[in-house]
């Protein structure tokens, strides 16, 4: 075989070579696709990467036809080629699929297809999860987006302002389709960027230190974050209207003790993250291309990271940079104007490095970095006039008006499409038998640089004429015809080009598992190893951000199997886990294949949501039944037992099995606990922030349940705990006594879920009605939400209880016992608090108000 | 754009009667904003050629201008100490333009109450003797005093926006917002809901006034006064029609028994411009045919077609309702 570079800090030559016989078979046979339509059932992240990012592509044409439409309107004054109803749902579903069905799952998607190769993992640490987000987002998004043909569909506008969304003013399904179907579709992106962050963390190639991580990698890394923490409160205001809407309890009736602010706060504080979120990875693919197409290092790296993080952070502070006309004390005003033109600052780091590196290289002219440099056009101005906006006395004229129209398709259209069509042209070679045609990439290119142009760059004139956003008609005096037609023009110059951008896929992108064209470019990033259905054949050891650049050789090397894992250790699929900073090799993980369950119970849980929004309750029912017996067959299988020690080569043996704090699974579950800390938090904001609007309906002593009546839940929870701490104990045993381990486990958690049901109980004694004022809705939105999360303790704890009678839980082999505990003492923690919150506060501000 | 701005601005300048335009400002807030809009298109134009700049010099550019763009140095120049500096200024700016934007201290020479409702607008003024004198989609003011508006809504958050003397202002159930506005010069300036409030948001619009003092004194003055009968044989019927027909259970025409609160104030309809809320021009035509059918010039609107009513009947009504004022 070929002589391997001897290098003292890569372990170049971690196999020996020539690999046995058969070891490649053998690896090939795990990874195998599922033929024909069985192809469905499959979870390898390319297969699943290309199929989301078909169906968020899909969802982008179809909400831009719908944006056609709103052009066409609006070509003429007066014009009655829409319904004014029709109308409405036209743009307020252009803008919900934009944001929740395209932009948000189209990111997602590139991250699954991108992040495993651009690692050197074989997969992501939870296929199936990402297949079953996938499958829901797909059921979800298209039943959704087909409301629509049957004039169902949500007419509130993308961001749902209640009153107008309330039961009074909103009486149709189309309000809670939007509630119910987006909300849905949000939980499946968090599953995602659940799967992300452990992903990023936890599966990075041997020597893939945090500083030697792909940006692409980081800005998916805080992408994820950020959806963890900005998604729960728009969650909580859909599950909080929702619950207004079905129940009438008052959350944003301002007559009743609500306020219809909360919901613009609640959502604020999840959609300004949101446009980052969508924002960042795009500026992550922009990262990875320009150092491809001038051939040296990004410039910059480590402020190119601090930015990002920087726009994380910023980003959930300015908020209410959207609500500058809702009457809120300019003296609070003057933080969030600040805070919104301080995020211009790390944009504007961001574009000075890809210039630098530009400076240092020489950028070829191919159509990636023609969408990239569109890219850095359009986004300028964005945020230039993002600059704009963000001064109040400007604001309260161009807010909801066309200038922030063009304003934010200059942001969105340019920071996010521009790099995703860069994105789609740059990496197809990576999965497609050849790479997309660079001649009609240039067509592209133009048509939709030219069209964007002229459609967007009038709508500043026309919003500052006086035109406001969400008009179905307009008066002909005022002025705003020409250049509602000029935009109107542009508009469908932009769908041709759209339309030559997909004709050039149709007609140029051929997916393949073994042989796709490769690295055309010269990158320098691992993706551009040579890929097959199980990833790369051997992982590397990586001592540089650009081994391919750094390590000649290392894609021959890694395909002959000189490195780590070069087949399956275990005879399945599998992946090495590393520590989640300097990526040192920790175990060897066993992921799952291809299967069923997760298809049904993504069809189960979509089923569920949608069948609930007609008010079909049995069929709905009997979908959440399918959802929950698909999942525990698919969950059945997903801990198996140590297969122990394994020589991945290079004389490293690791084990085969985790739990605890240094498993996979844990951290997934530590994550998820943060998303139900955020929905938590959300909620006490929530809870004081009405309580700030209108403090006269909280109770005082008298109107409360004695605070004896507190007695039964805490002795309750407590008792939870000690049932949690005594299962811990008995798990340890050599001689595990089964039954009695599964009791524990099922009477802790019904213990728990018995604590939420006498406090609620208490509370209805003493006279509290949901449908009484705000405050009455907010003690039981209160409860909802521990039912929720005591829902998850129970669910969980029963299935290891069963898994305990199965003999599937034991001292060696107990990940579900500590992933469960870890939830466990985290919903023990949140009712605690509950209970301090709801009995103590209205106490407590008793005192303080002169009775 | 940058560039064409100045030549599109011939076309808004023009534009007297009926302005909305935030670039023809005749207020004093809109004054103001439309001088910070020009300083930051100007920036803006000149940050913009700066990027683009930087970008050709480094792609194209020669060798000295490439070496010296490749600098982390040149990153943290151009990323962040130059916008540091520029949005610190900007931002002074701005919170300095802000102090006199909102309600300001003093007491403000002249209140008058709006009500946004599905979809209207509500006009209450407040006569010097103390009498309330109501009114809808159209509000009048005296040039040069500062008047605030006090808005509040009865459903639905709507948004006040008269793009020529100022920004707008949401108006948000449960609260009540303020929003001061000083016209520098007499004329009418076109207004519009700027937040979506359902069905037909595109056809809530009003008009705002700006008479010269003295006549807008003589004018309140007067609407305070009680009105006289209907003036001709035909307005009589009409008079007569109207009250049969029941339209006095919505509409209120004082002086009259019509005391209906549900839909606009009709007490001075014949001073209006315009009819249901911008959806027509007002006139007896006009609005005899709105009376028989309400829902094709502004579908969703809350008035029911009266086509029960024959068409000398609706003239009638026409043109009495045409002839208060």
């Not at chain 1, 301080?342 to 969408?371: D, E, H, K, N, Y």
């Not at chain 1, 780590?564 to 090495?576: D, H, N, Q, V």
């Amino acid at each position: 075989m070929t002589p391997i570079r001897e290098r003292a800090t890569l372990d170049a030559a971690a196999a020996t070579l020539p690999r046995p016989e058969g070891e490649l078979d053998k690896l090939e046979a795990a990874w195998k696709l599922p033929r024909g339509w069985r192809i469905l059932s499959a979870v390898n992240n390319t297969v699943v990467g290309q199929f989301y990012i078909a169906t968020a592509f899909l969802f982008f044409i179809f909400a831009g036809i719908l944006g056609l439409l709103i052009r066409l309107q609006l070509a003429v004054p007066g014009n009655d080629f829409l319904p004014q109803e029709t109308y409405n749902q036209i743009f307020t579903m252009h803008g919900t699929v934009m944001m929740f069905l395209f932009a948000v799952p189209a990111v997602e998607a590139a991250g699954v297809l991108l992040l495993p190769q651009m690692l050197g993992a074989r997969d992501l640490p939870f296929p199936r999860l990402g297949a079953f987000a996938f499958w829901a987002y797909l059921i979800g998004g298209t039943v959704f987006f087909c409301t629509l043909f049957f004039g169902t569909a949500p007419s509130g506008g993308w961001f749902m302002y209640p009153p107008l969304t309330g039961a009074q003013f909103s009486p149709g399904v189309g309000a809670d389709w939007w509630l119910l179907g987006i909300g849905f579709i949000e939980i499946s992106a968090i599953a995602g960027a659940i799967e992300i962050i452990v992903g990023v963390l936890r599966t990075r190639a041997p020597g893939m230190t945090l500083a030697r991580m792909p940006i692409f990698a980081w800005s998916m890394l805080i992408f994820a974050f950020m959806i963890v923490f900005a998604f729960p409160a728009v969650i909580l205001a859909t599950i909080l209207l929702e619950l207004e809407r079905a129940f009438d309890w008052p959350f944003f009736i301002a007559a009743r003790g609500g306020d219809p602010l909360l919901w613009q706060h609640l959502f604020w504080f999840f959609g300004h993250p949101e446009v980052y979120i969508i924002f960042l990875p795009a500026a992550g693919m922009v990262s990875m291309i320009v150092p491809a197409m001038t051939g040296v290092p990004l410039v910059g790296y480590r402020l190119i990271v601090v930015a990002l993080i920087a726009v994380g952070f910023f980003s959930f502070g300015l908020w209410v940079h959207h609500m500058f006309t809702t009457g809120i004390p300019t003296r609070s005003l003057g933080f969030f104007s600040a805070a919104s033109m301080a995020v211009a600052i790390p944009s504007g780091i961001q574009v000075f490095a890809w210039i630098a590196t530009i400076a240092t290289g020489r950028l070829r002219a191919t159509v990636p970095a023609l969408f990239v440099i569109g890219f850095l056009l359009i986004f300028t101005l964005g945020g230039l006039t993002g600059v704009m906006v963000a001064l109040v006395p400007f604001d309260r004229q161009a807010h909801d008006s066309y200038f922030v129209i063009a304003h934010l398709h200059y942001v969105l259209f340019g920071g996010m499409v521009f790099p995703l069509l860069a994105a789609i042209t740059y990496w197809a070679p990576a999965f497609s038998r050849r790479p997309l045609s660079e001649r009609l990439g240039r067509w592209a290119f133009g048509l939709i640089f030219a069209g964007f142009n002229i459609a967007f760059l009038p709508m500043h004139l026309t919003g500052l004429l006086g035109m406001p956003r969400r008009v179905y008609t307009y008066p002909a005096e005022r002025g705003w015809d020409w250049l509602n037609m000029v935009s109107t023009l542009g508009s469908f110059i932009l769908a041709a080009g759209i339309l030559v951008f997909v004709f050039n896929i149709v007609r140029h992108f051929r997916p393949s598992g073994s042989k796709p064209a490769g690295d055309i470019w010269g990158a320098g990033s691992l993706e551009w190893l040579p890929n097959h259905t199980y990833g790369l054949r051997s992982v590397p050891r990586i001592d540089s951000r650009e081994p391919l650049w750094e390590q000649p050789g290392l894609a021959r090397e890694v395909d002959a199997g000189a490195h780590y894992l070069p087949g399956t250790a275990t005879g399945t699929r599998e992946t090495i886990v590393t520590s989640p900073i300097e990526g040192e090799p920790e175990y060897v993980m066993r992921l799952s294949g291809p299967g069923w369950a997760h298809v049904v119970a993504a069809a189960g849980t979509a089923g569920f949501f949608l069948l609930l929004t007609v008010k079909l309750v049995v069929p709905a029912a009997l979908c959440a039944v399918a959802a929950i017996v698909a999942m525990v067959v698919w969950m059945w299988d997903c801990d198996p037992p140590s297969a122990g020690e394994v020589d991945i080569g290079g004389g490293l043996r690791l084990p085969t099995y985790a739990s605890g704090p240094n498993s996979h699974g844990w951290w997934a579950v530590a994550i998820l606990a943060m998303v139900a800390g955020a929905l938590y938090l959300s909620f006490i904001f929530s809870y004081l922030y009405l309580w700030v609007v209108s403090p006269t309906q909280w109770p005082g002593g008298a109107a409360l349940p004695p605070l004896a009546s507190t007695m039964l839940p805490v002795a309750a929870l407590l008792a939870s705990g000690a049932a949690l701490f005594a299962a811990a104990r008995l798990l340890r045993r050599e001689r595990l006594p089964r039954i009695g381990l599964a009791a524990l486990l099922a009477l802790g958690a019904l213990l728990a879920a018995a604590a939420v049901g006498l406090d609620l109980w208490a509370q209805w004694q003493a006279g509290v009605r949901p449908q009484a004022n705000g405050y009455g809705a907010l003690v039981y939105g209160h409860g909802v939400l521990q039912v929720q999360i005591v829902s998850a303790v129970v669910a969980v704890g029963l299935f290891a209880a069963a898994r305990s009678l199965a003999g599937r839980l034991t001292a060696a082999r107990r990940a579900v016992f500590d992933n469960l505990a870890l939830l466990w003492a985290y919903a023990l923690a949140q009712m605690l608090f509950g209970l301090a919150l709801t009995h103590g506060f209205p106490r407590l501000v008793a005192e303080g108000l002169p009775s | 754009m940058r560039r064409l701005l100045p030549l599109l601005l011939a076309l808004p300048l023009t534009a007297c009667e009926g302005s909305q335009s935030a670039l023809s400002p005749h207020g004093d807030e809109a004054s103001r904003v439309a001088l910070l809009s020009w300083i930051l298109f100007a920036g803006a134009a000149a940050i913009f050629a700066l990027v683009v700049g930087a970008l050709l010099l480094a792609w194209r550019g020669p060798e000295r201008a490439r070496a010296a763009l490749a600098q982390e140095r040149a990153i943290r120049l151009g990323g962040l100490v130059f916008p540091v500096v520029t949005l610190t200024l900007l931002l002074g700016y701005g919170v300095w333009q802000m102090r006199d934007a909102g309600a300001g201290e003093q007491q403000p020479e002249l209140r008058i109450d709006l009500v946004g409702e599905q979809w209207w607008w509500r006009v209450a003024y407040h006569a010097p003797d103390g009498r309330a004198v109501a009114d809808a989609n159209q509000i009048r003011i005296p040039v040069g005093r500062e008047v605030e508006i006090r808005l509040s809504s009865a459903d639905v958050i709507h948004s006040f926006w008269v793009p020529s003397l100022g920004g707008k202002t949401d108006m948000i159930p449960g609260r009540t917002n303020r929003q001061r506005l000083r016209a520098e010069r007499p004329g009418i300036y076109a207004g519009q809901c700027a937040e979506y409030c359902g069905g037909p948001h595109a056809l809530m619009s009003f008009e705002v006034v700006a008479m010269p003092p003295a006549e807008f004194d003589t004018w309140l003055a007067g609407r305070a006064q009680p009105r006289e009968a209907p003036a001709t044989e035909e307005q009589r019927r009409g008079q007569e029609a109207f009250m049969a027909a029941g339209c006095g259970s919505c509409h209120a025409i004082d002086g009259t028994a019509a005391t209906g609160t549900i839909g606009p104030d009709l007490s001075r309809f014949g001073e209006r411009r315009l009819l249901a809320a911008g959806a027509l021009r007002n006139g007896p035509a006009e609005v005899a045919r709105f009376i028989a059918d309400t829902q094709g010039p502004k579908p969703g609107n809350l008035m029911p077609s009266f086509r029960n009513l024959d068409d000398a009947e609706r003239a009638a009504i026409a043109t009495y309702l045409t002839g208060l004022k």
